[in-house]
């Protein structure tokens, strides 16, 4: 027996008359199948309360949550071409694209933004794994090039919240060389002397963490996200040796020295106000 199905929403409808009970009201935690209800959800940043895991959360979340209170302003992108190598596997590339802008109704895999974070100046770069699975492709290239010049500009630190299965294969090498240009804008910032900071969530993988996202002067990670380049089973099999337990996991990863922090989302924002008082305060004392 469902009891969500079978006893609480025959229970809401009750409550609300003839009227239907939306069917997103409650959402079950993929870890410890626990049921939420959708408010509650929302409330602590899309983290279970039951078992603390941390969901996925959207490019629009991201924002919303590091941002200081209707302090930020999202910035139009470079366009690019749509579909460069005119690509087909099952599908259409230009019909992919379409149904990816209109489920998540983004343009593509990446949102930038610039505001406060703690009364601070920053520009804010978050990737969306709901658009093909923030896969990089040109457009995300593009957007981090001008989020990095939009920091330099505004003499602003640049945080980036990685989130991706890798490079986007219907745009063949044009996908690849995003690699070295998002690198050269991580540098952008570093040259300029501000802060560069990346956040990896779950999961970033492939081209997105062998480039930009292992750059950071500060790398923070959400506790149990997926980090790695390939595959474990790949891994395993090429090296023929049984991977260690939580292997390519946040916490494994901080063990070894490949990050800085663990850090929960609910304590996210107020870490990186810290991060950017700190690293910021030699421009302050020169100004």
């Given at each position: 027996m469902n009891w969500i199905s079978e006893f609480v929403r025959p229970k809401i409808r009750t409550l609300l008359g003839r009227k239907e009970a939306p069917d997103n009201l409650w959402h079950q935690c993929p870890k410890c199948q626990q049921m939420i209800f959708h408010r509650e959800l929302?409330?602590?940043?899309?983290?279970?309360p039951h078992c603390g895991h941390h969901m996925r959360a959207s490019a629009a979340d991201r924002l919303n949550w590091t941002f200081d209170e209707g302090s930020f302003t999202?910035?139009?992108?470079?366009?690019?071409?749509?579909?460069?190598?005119?690509f087909r596997d099952q599908k259409k590339y230009v019909d992919r694209l379409r149904e990816a802008r209109e489920s998540t109704k983004h343009e593509d895999a990446l949102m930038v933004a610039h505001?406060?974070?703690?009364?601070?100046?920053?520009?804010?770069?978050a990737m969306d794994f709901d658009f093909m699975a923030g896969s990089m492709g040109a457009a995300v290239g593009e957007g981090l090039v001008a989020a990095a010049k939009l920091a330099v500009l505004q003499a602003a630190p640049l945080i980036v919240y990685a989130a991706s299965g890798g490079a986007r294969m219907q745009e063949g090498a044009i996908?690849?060389?995003?690699?070295?240009r998002?690198?050269?804008?991580?540098?952008?910032?570093?040259?300029a002397g501000l802060p560069f900071i990346t956040v990896l969530t779950d999961p970033t993988t492939g081209g997105v963490t062998a480039s930009f996202a292992m750059l950071g002067d500060i790398q923070i990670s959400e506790p149990n996200a997926l980090i790695g380049f390939a595959g474990a089973r790949v891994i395993e099999q090429t090296v023929?040796?049984?991977l260690p337990e939580g292997f390519q996991r946040a916490e494994y990863l901080l063990a070894h020295g490949m990050i800085d922090m663990v850090v929960k989302r609910g304590e996210l924002t107020a870490t990186l106000g810290k991060i950017i008082d700190l690293l910021t305060a030699n421009h302050k004392a020169a100004a």
């Open positions: 929302e409330a602590g940043k899309k983290v279970c999202r910035i139009d992108l470079p366009k690019v071409v749509a579909d460069p190598l005119k505001g406060t974070i703690s009364g601070h100046k920053a520009v804010v770069a996908s690849l060389m995003q690699m070295p998002t690198t050269i804008a991580a540098m952008m910032v570093k040259e023929r040796e049984k």
